[in-house]
T-cell receptor
Framework: DTGVSQNPRHKITKRGQNVTFRCDPI?????LYWYRQTLGQGPEFLTY????????KSRLLSDRFSAERPKGSFSTLEIQRTEQGDSAMYLC????????????FGNGTRLTVT | SQQGEEDPQALSIQEGENATMNCSYK?????LQWYRQNSGRGLVHLIL?????REKHSGRLRVTLDTSKKSSSLLITASRAADTASYFC???????????FGAGTRLTVKP
């Protein structure tokens, strides 16, 4: 158990709807990452936070995606106007402040857009 | 965008054999990490090797890093059926420290 929890585990939504996912890392995780993973592929970087500051966002990420980490603790990832191509596993990972430390992943939220 | 590329994409071996997976990357890095993923689950950290290290061991795992070739290898010795999983390398970029993953190697260990 990594201590990182993600909710919900599964989400089924209709195209065009908005969805929001939540990630709760442990308190020692100053850094928090969001990734997207499709079947047979590696995790694709979306964005990451150092405490509450969003330090980088993938250029591949459309404006429909937004992430927040309001108090440097939990984080939310919102997808607006979902499309079928958004169907994927969304993974969150926490990391201690040193970049020479491992990522601790949650079990992910599986999104299905119908 | 992906950073590393694992090779091979898939590997099938018999229990007891050794499994070697390779990873190549493109930019300067602070460290390289290997992760394992069982189907439908999150990734689990296996081992981290810093850019100034050349080899590291952890149990049945041996990792090498060649920064001049921008490549790493993961060796699993005396494999077990329970080692069946996907294995990914990830690099901490030297400039911005974000973590990027490769596409992974799917390892199947037959009992």
């Amino acid at each position: 158990d990594t201590g990182v929890s993600q909710n919900p585990r599964h989400k089924i939504t209709k195209r065009g709807q908005n969805v929001t996912f939540r990630c709760d890392p442990i308190s020692e995780h100053n850094r928090l990452y969001w990734y997207r993973q499709t079947l047979g592929q590696g995790p694709e970087f979306l964005t990451y936070f150092q405490n509450e500051a969003q330090l980088e966002k993938s250029r591949l990420l459309s404006d429909r995606f937004s992430a927040e980490r309001p108090k440097g603790s939990f984080s939310t990832l919102e997808i607006q106007r979902t499309e079928q191509g958004d169907s994927a596993m969304y993974l969150c990972a926490g990391q201690e402040s040193s970049y020479n430390s491992p990522l601790h992943f949650g079990n992910g939220t599986r999104l299905t857009v119908t | 965008s992906q950073q590393g590329e694992e090779d091979p994409q898939a590997l099938s071996i018999q229990e007891g054999e050794n499994a070697t997976m390779n990873c190549s990357y493109k930019t300067s890095i602070n460290n390289l990490q290997w992760y394992r993923q069982n189907s439908g689950r999150g990734l689990v950290h296996l081992i981290l090797i810093r850019s100034n290290e050349r080899e590291k061991h952890s149990g049945r795992l041996r990792v090498t890093l060649d920064t001049s070739k921008k490549s790493s290898s993961l060796l699993i010795t005396a494999s077990r059926a329970a080692d069946t999983a996907s294995y990914f390398c990830a690099t901490a970029d030297y400039n911005n420290n974000d973590m990027r993953f490769g596409a992974g190697t799917r390892l199947t260990v037959k009992p």
